[in-house]
């Protein structure tokens, strides 16, 4: 699977018998164990590859540090407990999603750093040792990491230690509902890669995304209430779950529209909480943008790494707000490689102290210049709200949300 600048999100190759045995052992051990097993469970089996003294590190909610999910055993052993992403190994593994190597020197192991991988979604890295250079190789690290990664995600929604684990501070209860209904923030295929970043992360109320993947189409979303408080976050999560509703009962973007309205005014009565919200569909065979504007900032398109142009259509009203505008459905045709953003109003209507926003322009360019990096679109997005928060001064006033969509192509399946 492909993202820009050909950048590879897993590799492959022939495995050898003890990398068999590993992943055999770990997978039939992992069915019984708890998320806090997994570090241990891997260390003990991946010893069948020589692969040893396994740990585990898990991002944090903003993407900021790295953090050592330990065994009860393991705990305690002069490991650290948190990595910066910014100025470590470790944190360069996990941003450029390749696995690093350190040579060993003065009498320490050779090192490897490896990205852990839930398919794109980036949950942290492993780090492995070993005193002969010449073991393991990529394809078996790779493996360990593959799994590793399925079973935590497979767990750690049974256990609250993920959770309490990638947060640096307490969490508000509505950010805690968003946080839960949202799909990854990573998604890609070798047609479409998607990825979104939310800041305040443990504060944002009344911002939020969707997006759902089949062979021929994506479904897109983003959705922005009125409010920062939990009443947002319920006017949110309430127009999401109908859109999902509409959405899986096969109705169009506009009757969607209008149901997610009808949802709102039933529940809080009319005029009473809107959303603001783009509904697209995505047609990877043929790149085929259709969507509809309900009273939100039009999406951007990144076409050649250079040159962008705002998706004009006609907005109605927000949802709730039952003003009667109408309701129009909107067509684009994307070209391989083309960018589309959809963003919430606390991007570009951050501001820095002196009361300058930042700005679509900045905004627009900072993705510009960083697609030419060749990084993956969920680095380039996650360095881009760490810009946003410095130039704020490290605290948002608004919910700011970011999803992009990367079309690669056409389909070509069946």
Known sequence: MIDGCGWSHAGGGVVGAGTARMLAGLLEAGHAAG????P??????????????????????????????AAPELAGEGDPFELRIETTSAGRAFQEARILALPGAGGRPHQWWVPLLDGTERLGVLR?????AAEPAEEELRALASLVGLLLVSKRARSDAYAQLVRTRPMHVAAEMQWNLMP?????????AISAMLEPAYEIGGDTFDYAVTDQHANLAIFDAMGHDASAGLTASL??????NNRRRGVDLIETSEAIERVLIEQFGQATRFVTAILADLDISTGTLNWVNRGHHPPVVIRGGRWTTPLRCPPAHPMGLDLGLPVTLCHDRLEPGDRVLFYTDGITEARDPT??????????????????????ISETLRRLIHNILEYHGGHLQDDATVLLAEWHGPSHGP
Not at 35 to 38: A, G, I, R, T
Not at 41 to 69: K, P, S, T, W
Not at 184 to 192: K, N, V
Request: a negative charge; aromatic letters at 8%.
């Open 184 to 192: 990854p923030l990573t998604f890609a295929d070798e047609h479409l």
């Open 35 to 38: 998320l806090e097993q997994v």
């Open 355 to 376: 009361g300058r926003e930042f700005g679509l322009d900045r905004f627009v360019d900072f993705v510009i210049r960083h697609t030419a990096d060749c990084l993956p």
């Open 128 to 132: 492995v040792t070993a005193w002969d």
């Open 40 to 69: 241990s469970l891997a260390g003990e089996h991946a010893a069948e590859a020589g692969i040893h003294d396994v740990r585990v590190y898990l991002v944090d909610l903003q993407q900021d540090v790295l953090r050592l999910l």
């Open 239 to 244: 127009a999401m779950a109908a859109c999902r």
